[in-house]
Structures are given as structure tokens and as C-alpha cells.
């Protein structure tokens, strides 16, 4: 049977074990995500301070991603390859995005008979529009969005200064 309102199979509820379940993968999945994206802000937060020493950095993400793009422009030496930055920063916006949604959103777990699927959604920021903003997943997505975030963090780790790379511990 099909949904009025979805080509989503509609099925019986889960109990709730079965709900709570489901709802463990999707939070692993949220806490495991964020962590991975915060090895990012971390690498941000550096480059940022190298290129304005004294530089505000308790900003908001996509500020904070503002911030880069202009000190690359004005300090490229705090990078490797600015270019190259630059193209990683916009493969990076999905990642920003889904971000968002995991970090304030609201996570809902439909159990269907033979797959569960995850509702990510926050209130929309426009006032005028009582809407929300909504990604679905399924769970079979989670590791390769996070390994994606990985390898494009991974990216961005290879464009720190050699210099500075090596004084690392």
C-alpha cells in the first residue's frame, strides 16, 4: 500500500524498541558526522588565526567560511594552493548544509517493513514562510556521507603550509 502523500510504502508502526532502535543509528551516525566535520572548523579556526592574528572566530559556520574566502585572498600563504581551497569550499556547502540540519534539527525514524528511513528537519529561518527545511536519509546513506566528508577534510588538511605541517605533532 502507498501513501496518498508519498511513494513510500506505508506500513505498520514498529514498536517502540523498534523505533528507539532505529532512531541509536541515526544519532550515531549525527554524533559521528558532526565530530568528523569539527576536525574542519578546527583546520578553519587555524588558518583563520594565521592569516588575522587576534581574529574573532566565535562566529556562526557559514561566517566563519565567509572569513576564509577573504583571507585567502588577502593571506594565500596560509594555504598551499588558494585555488584549490577555494574548489574544496564549494564541494563542502552540502556538507555545511547537511550540517546544519543534524546539529539543530529535529530527527524522526519511519519504520517501514523492510527499511527504516530518517526525517532530518528544522523551522525554516524565514519568517515569512512557516515552513521547514527537510532532508531524508536512509541509512545505508550515513557512512558514505561521512566518509565523503572525511576524504574532502582529508583535502583540506594536504593544503596546510609545509612549514607548519611539519610542526605539528
Known sequence: MVNAHSTFPSAPVQPAPARKASLGAAERFTGRFLNTFAEFEFWMVERLKNAVPGVKVGKPVGQRLEDLRAALKHHPEIVRVPNEVDKLL???????????????????????????????????????????????????????????????????????PEAEARSSP
Open 90 to 160: 564549494d564541494r563542502l556547502q552540502p556538507y555545511v548544509q547537511l550540517r546544519s540540519l543534524l546539529a539543530h534539527g529535529r530527527l524522526t525514524a519511519l519504520c517501514g517493513a523492510d527499511e527504516t528511513i530518517y526525517l532530518f528537519e528544522t523551522p525554516t529561518p524565514l519568517l515569512d514562510d512557516p515552513g521547514k527545511v527537510r532532508i531524508v536519509l536512509r541509512s545505508g546513506e550515513f557512512e558514505t556521507l561521512r566518509r565523503g566528508l572525511w576524504e574532502l577534510i582529508e583535502a583540506f588538511k594536504q593544503q596546510t
